[in-house]
């Protein structure tokens, strides 16, 4: 079954603390990773796409990356508007259309 | 260029009730998809539609329902109301065929629906 795990599932930083944020899967004929963000009663806003193993992203302070199993979500020297629930997603075909799949989120707080 | 739309934002009904939510995806796109988002389950697939055709469906029981016209706007429907029905309904639209190479979802700002 294909599976999406986020860790960790909350976070607090304090401006300027950067960390990093998993996203880590199991899936068949994977055919691309999206990283979104996503604000309180919003819709989630779309940050990245990752193809293969080995490519790199990044926006401002925000960098992602992607291995066979996994995708990192980097941030550095955070600001508080940074604050938000942030979704790793993986699409996969089934038969002739696709389908995101959606891990439970990462819900980060940036305190000034 | 004009983002995906949805309508109503908010919505309150009753158990057994029928409800029905609107989409207007980005201009030129052809793909709509529906999720829905819940504090327990997180976002989960509901189904897929492209050239007014359902293409794909997610395990949600046949009370949900949904279809696209002819200028891709997309509609969802969702009979006999449950309380557990209550979530944030998003929907999503994509330019290109499905399951084409990484092909990127923008969402609406979603239907909250309450279900008393």
Redesign the interface.
Same mark, same amino acid.
């Given at each position: 079954e294909d599976q999406v795990t986020q860790s960790p599932e909350a976070l607090r930083l304090q401006e300027g603390e950067s960390s990093s944020l998993n996203c880590s899967y199991t899936v068949s004929g994977l055919? !691309?990773l &999206?990283w979104?963000r996503q604000d309180p !009663? +919003? !819709?989630?806003? &779309?940050l990245f796409?990752l193809?293969s193993a080995g490519e790199e992203k990044e926006k401002e302070r925000l960098k992602a990356t992607l291995t066979k199993k996994e995708s990192f979500l980097h941030i550095t020297a955070p600001k508080p508007e940074d604050s938000a629930t942030y =979704?790793c997603?993986v /699409?996969v075909?089934? /038969?002739?259309? /696709? +389908? =995101?799949? &959606?891990? /439970?989120?990462t819900r980060l707080t940036i305190n000034p | 260029k004009a983002g995906v739309t949805q309508t109503p934002r908010y919505l309150i009904k009753t158990r057994g009730q029928q409800v029905t939510l609107s989409c207007s995806p980005i201009s030129g796109h052809r793909s709509v998809s529906w999720y829905q988002q819940t504090p327990g389950q997180g976002l989960q697939f509901l189904f897929e539609y492209f050239s007014e055709t359902q293409r794909n469906k997610g395990n949600f029981p046949g009370r949900f329902s949904g279809r696209q016209f002819s200028n891709s706007r997309s509609e969802m429907n969702v009979s006999t109301l449950e309380l557990g029905d209550s979530a944030l309904y998003l929907c999503a639209s994509s330019f290109r065929l499905p399951g084409h190479l990484g092909e990127t979802q923008y969402f609406g700002p979603g239907t909250r629906l309450l279900v008393l």
């Amino acid at each position: 079954e294909d599976q999406v795990t986020q860790s960790p599932e909350a976070l607090r930083l304090q401006e300027g603390e950067s960390s990093s944020l998993n996203c880590s899967y199991t899936v068949s004929g994977l055919r !691309g990773l &999206f990283w979104y963000r996503q604000d309180p !009663g +919003k !819709g989630p806003e &779309f940050l990245f796409t990752l193809y293969s193993a080995g490519e790199e992203k990044e926006k401002e302070r925000l960098k992602a990356t992607l291995t066979k199993k996994e995708s990192f979500l980097h941030i550095t020297a955070p600001k508080p508007e940074d604050s938000a629930t942030y =979704l790793c997603a993986v /699409q996969v075909r089934i /038969q002739g259309a /696709q +389908k =995101l799949v &959606f891990g /439970q989120g990462t819900r980060l707080t940036i305190n000034p | 260029k004009a983002g995906v739309t949805q309508t109503p934002r908010y919505l309150i009904k009753t158990r057994g009730q029928q409800v029905t939510l609107s989409c207007s995806p980005i201009s030129g796109h052809r793909s709509v998809s529906w999720y829905q988002q819940t504090p327990g389950q997180g976002l989960q697939f509901l189904f897929e539609y492209f050239s007014e055709t359902q293409r794909n469906k997610g395990n949600f029981p046949g009370r949900f329902s949904g279809r696209q016209f002819s200028n891709s706007r997309s509609e969802m429907n969702v009979s006999t109301l449950e309380l557990g029905d209550s979530a944030l309904y998003l929907c999503a639209s994509s330019f290109r065929l499905p399951g084409h190479l990484g092909e990127t979802q923008y969402f609406g700002p979603g239907t909250r629906l309450l279900v008393l």
